[in-house]
């Protein structure tokens, strides 16, 4: 059975409730005294978390889609991007303003440079500001063919926002290790796709 157009607009509204609802406890925890002693990485690591949660919801859509035969999925995509772009953007502010602080601004450009994990994180951040950017039906006219070249960059970030996770954090940890795991498995059902992107040595 095929979910409806009425059943998706549903769906819809319990995805933005489940991606805004964490910014409510987020809020209360801090106002409430329930982060640890560092709350600014606590912050930190909670806002990129959610973005890394929200971007792996983003990659799962299609197979799901796919394989579950219910195209009108696909419509619950875009609210996900610009969700994890939302607390991909709060994760950035939390470490601009939270870890180098406002008087420390200037050395924010430096940082971003001189730290590996910080460059993979901007990177990957700049990615998903341009594909929110471009997400609406407007951008996708306007673009045209070059739309869909701009979105599999998305696949980028998927390999990057993990790997700086785990640089982050400057120990092993399982919980970046599960999330690369995680998006490793997702792309592997884009495979086929990839494998369109290589030249056809048959040719030759």
């Known amino acids: 059975m095929r979910l409806t157009v009425k059943q998706v607009t549903w769906l819809k509204v319990a995805l933005h409730l489940a991606a805004f609802l964490p910014f409510v406890w987020l809020f209360w925890a801090i106002n409430s005294g329930g982060l640890s002693a560092d709350p600014a990485k606590d912050i930190q690591h909670f806002t990129g978390r ?3 949660k929200l971007l792996l919801a983003t990659l799962l859509v299609t197979p799901l889609a796919r394989y579950a035969k219910q195209p009108l999925l696909i419509r619950t995509r875009r609210l996900l991007g610009v969700w994890s772009f939302a607390w991909a953007t709060l994760h950035l502010l939390s470490y601009t303003f939270l870890e180098l602080g406002v008087q420390n601004l200037a050395l924010l450009g430096r940082e971003l440079i001189t730290r590996p994990y910080l460059t993979l994180g901007i990177i ?4 998903l500001f341009a594909l929110a950017l471009t997400s609406f039906q407007r951008a996708q006219r306007k673009l045209g063919s070059k739309w869909q070249t701009l979105h599999n960059f998305i696949y980028l970030v998927a390999i990057l926002a993990p790997i700086h996770y785990l640089l982050s ?11 690369g795991l995680l998006a490793l498995l997702l792309l592997a059902f884009r495979f086929k796709k990839f494998r369109r992107w290589l030249p056809d040595r048959r040719r030759k």
């Open 50 to 52: 959610m973005a890394l």
């Open 124 to 127: 990957s951040w700049l990615v």
């Open 169 to 179: 954090v400057k120990v092993v940890s399982s919980q970046p290790v599960i999330y």
